[in-house]
């Protein structure tokens, strides 16, 4: 049976991609970390598998080990000058010399909130001889992420800037702006063409004020503000979450996140020698989605097993609820298949009948390497 708040999410859902609503999620409860110091350019450089020592975007990267798996999934952006003293201004940071100059670059660190600690310590042992400083500003910024068809008027009335201007048409842009009198630093994401999602970084103090002001702006443009949740933004977006989805024994490659690793042949990484040999020998399992059969009566929860032709092949990760499928739906990693050539590139799941089994009946399933949109 599904949970008495499934209709609440679904309109939370909605709100996100109808023509006159705006969803609003407080995303504060994210982990923040800063890493700076005189050695910061060369620490990110080594603990990023993407190139994230760009001006103006924030990127999408993973931090592995040596073995290729997957320690940290992050977006991680450089903190332009104009940033700092939002920045700095709420934490205790050693960015300065004598003089009062600035040393060195600073690294914005933004990771699921539950995985503060671990991502710390990774970036901690990962570049212990570089003289750099991991500072955790969880509690100093606030996320206020504004979604939706008219995101980008409503936020519009709030600040000068141009938003359509084409500073802002880069991919994952992000920039300094003042928001209805406070300084904000907003990052801009492109769900689907022409639709930008917006997340406001600003001092965890001026939250609530934002808040206010984004409600007002939503009024006077006659769209109705909708608050939504966690399980609302999972549903949208069916992230591959860290420690649920992928962790430290699964490679970018298995995960599908293979956007996280850098095309350049010069840049070096922690792990770039397994993920070269996994990317020469092949992945021996990939990550898929797996969506149940419509008007199926089976809530996927996770640890279910996963059956491909009557054999049990692998469990289900993550689970969850896809409002716009209106199908329950989940995460498994499966095997290829023992009987061929590991070099084929042919997996379980490009045949065969899959099953997922719950509670001991077993319900069919279908199998995709990305949530489908339809």
């Known amino acids: 049976q599904h949970p008495g708040c499934l209709e609440q999410i679904s309109a939370e859902c909605n709100a996100a991609s109808s023509c006159d609503t705006v969803a609003v999620f407080n995303k504060s409860s994210s982990g923040k970390l800063l890493l700076s110091g005189k050695g910061a350019a060369r620490a990110i450089d080594w603990l990023c598998s993407n190139d994230v020592r760009v001006d103006g975007q924030a990127i999408h990267t993973c931090m592995l080990n040596k073995y290729g798996g997957v320690e940290v999934v992050a977006t991680v952006a450089r903190v332009p000058p104009d940033v700092h003293p939002l920045i700095i201004g709420n934490a205790a940071l050693a960015t300065a010399d004598g003089d009062g100059a600035a040393v060195g670059e600073m690294y914005y660190i933004v990771c699921d909130g539950g995985a503060v600690a671990h991502v710390q310590r990774h970036v901690e042992r990962a570049v ?15 996320i206020l992420s504004i979604q939706g068809l008219e995101s980008g008027p409503v936020l519009q009335q709030l600040t000068s ?3 359509m201007s084409p500073d802002f048409e880069v991919e994952n842009a ?6 209805a009198g406070h300084p904000a630093w907003v990052m801009m994401k492109s769900e689907q063409p022409t639709i930008m999602n917006y997340d406001i970084h600003l001092p965890l103090h001026s939250l609530h004020g934002v808040y206010e002001e984004v409600l007002a702006a939503a ?28 962790d430290y024994n699964d490679t970018p490659l298995e995960a599908g996140l293979q956007n996280t690793l850098s095309s350049s042949a010069e840049k070096s990484y922690l792990g770039k020698e397994a993920v070269e040999r996994q990317l020469r020998d092949g992945v021996k399992r990939r990550r898929f989605v797996l969506v149940t ?3 199926s009566p089976v809530i996927l929860h996770g640890k279910e097993g996963v059956f491909c032709d009557g054999r049990l092949v692998s469990i289900v990760r993550n689970a969850g609820y896809s409002h716009r499928l209106q199908r329950s739906i989940g995460t498994a990693y499966i095997p290829k298949d023992p009987n061929m050539d590991i070099n084929d590139g ?3 799941a490009e045949g065969g009948e899959f099953e997922v089994d719950c509670m ?15």
């Open 293 to 295: 059969q419509p008007d």
């Open 128 to 142: 212990l001889e570089e003289e750099v400083q991991v500072t955790d500003i969880s509690q100093d910024l606030g």
């Open 219 to 246: 009024k006077a443009s006659n769209c109705r503000l909708v608050n939504a949740g966690y399980r609302a933004l999972q549903c949208i977006s069916f992230p591959c979450s860290w420690g649920v989805d992928v």
């Open 161 to 163: 800037s141009d938003l």
């Open 346 to 348: 042919q997996f379980l």
């Open 360 to 374: 001991g009946v077993r319900y069919p399933v279908q199998v995709y390497l990305s949530l489908p949109l339809h």
């Open 174 to 179: 992000h920039r300094l702006l003042d928001i």
